[in-house]
């Protein structure tokens, strides 16, 4: 069991998987659809704040966080007893059909975090994918218009109309035949590879350019199109952040041409980036934004969030049975309350230290290409070469698996990066940890080359 003294730092105990951990993985191969992406045999048997415990009695650092879920740790005591307290109380109500209180008290918080220069209104549903999907349908219901505009390296989900924005890797939609029509993919500032030698600060002005010169002229014409749909930060494309500008001139558009802006927050929001939303650090202000991930700690759970002046749908033009489930609120109002009362500041003071600890990686590690983000989500890019920046996944995945037996869970991000997402909970003992097990990682990796 985890105990109060195992509670901050990993201890590895047998070898990697554990004969118990083997017996899972083996239960899971007989079972399991096989489409199910494992990246090494990490068995969780349970979980206390930063640490993960397999059943070998192994404890893990979780760098991960279940891909930016449990944003607040794993079972924080206040969330935990808010969905025991709730589940005894109410479990289930459909939403669509009767009332219940805790749907409209968590949109009022969601909504005083939106700007304070528009009203807004707010939709529940279960996932990042499916709250994709319901904007989707916003944005092309307000606008009367079926065109969007999404961007190479983005990944908004997995069901038909949210795999038709992805463009992160070709297996998520090979062989699923036609997908939704009238989406366009142009692509996305990524300054460490920029062909024109921009800075993260300047890079996308010539991606503007064709927006409005090419896409605008010889695609769609500007008044076809309901939605641009953008990561401030994108998730599965490798922890890449837009610059400011960028997001700032997707709005002028938007704008000037009554399309929707849609900022896609599921990774990057609920106080991950050191503010509530990725896009705050822009000052811009979205026509709907989509969060789900971080927003209850683990709980299925996830909202969108628009404009009252575009949330102007009829009554039956969208539902959900599960989406505002009354648990899944309980957790999800406990998260957003220790997110506002210290957690995303912790975000923004631990980021800041372990930016400064491992920003000068690339000149320390030969196969480290770069070092980017904000707050807890930033991303190290794996190179075999700098000076050619050729991508080296297979570094990338040594790295990442050469941290797993040192105590260290991390995730792959994008064909070549690694994702450092811990819970916002995290301290700076537990950072230097895990950036020395990232360095003793990063070092053998360097010695296949």
């Known amino acids: 069991m985890i105990t109060a003294t195992e509670t901050k730092l ?235 500008f960028f997001l700032q001139e997707l709005q002028r558009i938007s704008n000037k041409h009554g399309i929707m802006l849609i900022l896609d927050e599921v990774q990057a929001g609920m106080g991950r980036t050191g503010k509530w939303w990725a896009y705050d650090h822009a000052g811009i202000t979205p026509d709907i934004v989509l969060t789900a991930k971080g927003i209850a700690s683990g709980m299925p759970m996830a909202a969108f969030i628009a404009k009252e002046s575009v949330m102007n749908w009829k009554t039956g033009s969208h539902g959900t049975t599960y989406g505002g489930n009354p648990v899944c609120l309980a957790a999800a109002s406990a998260t957003f309350d220790l997110i506002e009362g210290g957690l995303m500041a912790n975000a923004e003071k631990v980021g800041n230290y372990i930016f400064s600890k491992i920003s000068d990686w690339p000149n320390r590690f030969k196969i480290v290409g770069d070092v980017r983000g904000k707050g807890l989500m930033i991303g190290v890019e794996i190179v075999r070469d700098q000076r050619t920046k050729e991508r080296a996944a297979d570094l990338r995945d040594a790295v990442v698996d050469n941290a797993f037996h040192r105590g260290l869970l991390t995730l792959g991000s994008g064909e070549n990066s690694i994702r450092i997402s811990p819970p916002l909970i995290i301290d700076e003992e537990q950072a230097d940890c895990a950036i020395r097990i990232m360095e003793e990682s990063i070092r053998e990796a360097e010695k296949k080359i």
């Not at 939403?95 to 009203?119: C, I, Q």
């Not at 300054?191 to 993260?200: E, N, P, Q």
């Open 10 to 244: 990993p201890k590895i105990k047998t070898a990697l998987p554990g004969p118990r951990a083997k017996e899972v993985i083996a239960f899971d191969a007989k079972f399991m659809s096989p489409s199910l992406t494992r990246d090494y045999p990490l068995v969780a048997e349970r979980a206390s704040g930063a640490i993960v415990e397999d059943p070998d009695g192994n404890t893990f650092l979780d760098f991960a966080a279940g891909i930016a879920v449990c944003s607040t740790g794993h079972c924080h005591p206040k969330v935990v007893a808010a969905i025991q307290k709730q589940a005894a109380d109410l479990i289930h109500i459909a939403g669509t059909d009767f009332y219940h209180r805790h749907m409209p008290e968590f949109a009022e918080k969601l909504v005083s975090t939106m700007p304070k220069s528009e009203k807004w209104k707010v939709f529940f549903g279960n996932s990042g994918t499916e709250v994709v999907e319901g904007a989707i349908k916003l944005a092309r219901y307000h606008t009367k218009r079926d065109k969007l505009i999404a961007f190479y390296g983005c990944f908004h989900g997995r069901t038909l109309g949210s795999l038709s924005l992805t463009a992160s890797k070709s297996t998520q939609r090979k062989n699923f035949g036609t997908l939704l029509g009238g989406v366009e993919h142009i692509p996305y500032p990524y300054a460490y590879r920029c062909a024109l030698g921009h800075t993260k600060e300047t890079c996308g002005g010539e991606i503007i350019e064709m927006l409005e010169q090419q896409v605008f002229k010889r695609l769609f014409a500007p008044e076809e199109i309901a939605a641009i749909i953008v990561e401030p930060v994108q998730g599965e494309g490798g922890f890449i952040p837009a610059p400011l």
